[in-house]
């Protein structure tokens, strides 16, 4: 064994974080560009040049989406089960929606037809705006506690509903996560475009940014406000993974704990806040490769500032605290962590280099003349 069961539970929840990152960095500016779409760009033309931004990366961009699901399906499978049997129906919803995304991107432009590109630019919208604000309404639930139960033989049962799902907090937490991709979005579209595409791209991104760090801080205050959760005992966390074998309690504010007894984890609520703010300067200095560097540790901050405050919870149970699910007991066998962990030394950074590679390969601005010039080779 590479390392101790503890070690590689910790390891594992440090990995799932990264690649829920990579995600939002990359396919996440996929779809805030999509979500842009019909806003920036006025006439066909314009639309097909902030479309072809990212039509050399957008599938490749998505294997950080479908990597996140294996490994939270391999490492975490009660997490996994809990997850999509309690959000069954959301994830359904984003499924159908991820299914317009490649339709829209190959078909769009197969035919002159003004109407048939229309359609598939709301395609477009409706497959990138459904996930993001899905997702973020999945992790505002998550905050709040999900009303499952687990027997004896820790099987899960979902008591929810979809429109439970729904809640206030979570439409805000769903919004924060709509906002922080469209201000990612419109720094890279400022980088990318030239012309009326990258000022107005310019002025939605630095709007995006600035509701979000109202609403991120409005979500901070709420956060404050809501029942947390603390374990009061548990097995040795080098012991077998066993949910129902922990004392839960909850108390309002505590998720906010982590932060007083680990005062370094403050840097990640900071850089979410830092990072849209300067970006929102640097992008009005016309310094988008700064401002697209800026957002990218935004998204770094909020995704590890939702981490640091549940940990080291993953799914808690607002039916029974006692059988919350966290990364120390949730987790697949010793064995099953070691060889995931070598598989990931190899592809990960092999994940890594060709998404590098194909960025450094295919960094230019995208004109409206290069469209023009390339109609059938182009999105």
């Avoid at 579209?189 to 939605?204: G, N």
């Avoid at 849209?276 to 540790?297: D, E």
Wanted: neutral net charge.
């Amino acid at each position: 064994m590479i390392f101790d069961y503890e070690t590689l539970k910790f390891i594992w929840w440090l990995l799932i974080g990264v690649l829920l990152i990579g995600f939002a960095i990359t396919d996440g500016m996929d779809m805030g560009v999509a979500i842009l779409l019909r806003l920036v760009g006025k006439t066909d033309l314009e639309r097909r040049t902030v479309i072809n931004t990212i039509g050399a990366h957008w599938d490749g961009n998505q294997v950080w989406f479908i990597t996140a699901g294996g490994a939270l399906f391999a490492a975490w499978p009660m997490v996994y089960a809990a997850a999509f049997s309690g959000f069954y129906f959301a994830m359904l919803l984003v499924l159908f929606a991820l299914f317009l995304r490649p339709l829209a991107f190959d078909y769009r432009s197969k035919l002159e037809s003004a109407q048939w590109r229309n359609n598939w630019d709301w395609a477009l919208l409706v497959g990138s705006i459904v996930p993001a604000l899905v997702f973020g309404v999945a992790f505002g639930n998550v905050l709040q506690g999900v009303p499952f139960d687990m027997d004896n033989l820790m099987r899960v049962t979902y008591q929810g509903s979809f429109f439970g799902l729904l809640n206030p907090f979570a439409l805000v937490a769903g919004l924060v996560s709509v906002l922080m991709l469209v201000g990612h979005a419109g720094m890279w579209l400022q980088l990318r475009t030239d012309a009326e595409v990258a000022s107005r791209a310019a002025q939605y991104g630095r709007y995006a940014l600035s509701v979000f760090v109202i609403l991120f801080a409005g979500a901070g205050l709420w956060v404050a406000n809501l029942d947390g959760y603390q374990i009061i005992s548990m097995p040795d966390t080098q012991s077998y993974a066993n949910p129902l074998a922990k004392v839960v309690t909850t108390s309002s504010g505590a998720w906010l704990d982590n932060y007083s007894k680990m005062p370094l984890t403050i840097i990640f609520p900071v850089l979410a806040f830092a990072g849209a703010i300067i970006a929102v300067v640097l992008s009005k200095l016309n310094k988008p490769a700064l401002g697209l560097v800026s957002t990218s540790l935004m998204l770094i901050g909020v995704i590890m500032t939702a981490g640091a405050a549940m940990f080291p919870f993953v799914m808690p149970s607002s039916n029974n605290p006692n059988i919350s699910l966290t990364m120390w007991d949730a987790v697949s066998s010793h064995m099953t962590l070691n060889v995931m962990f070598i598989a990931a030394l190899i592809f990960v950074p092999i994940i890594l280099t060709y998404t590098t590679w194909c960025y450094v390969k295919m960094w230019r601005k995208v004109t409206q003349d290069e469209i023009q010039n390339n109609t059938h080779g182009s999105y």
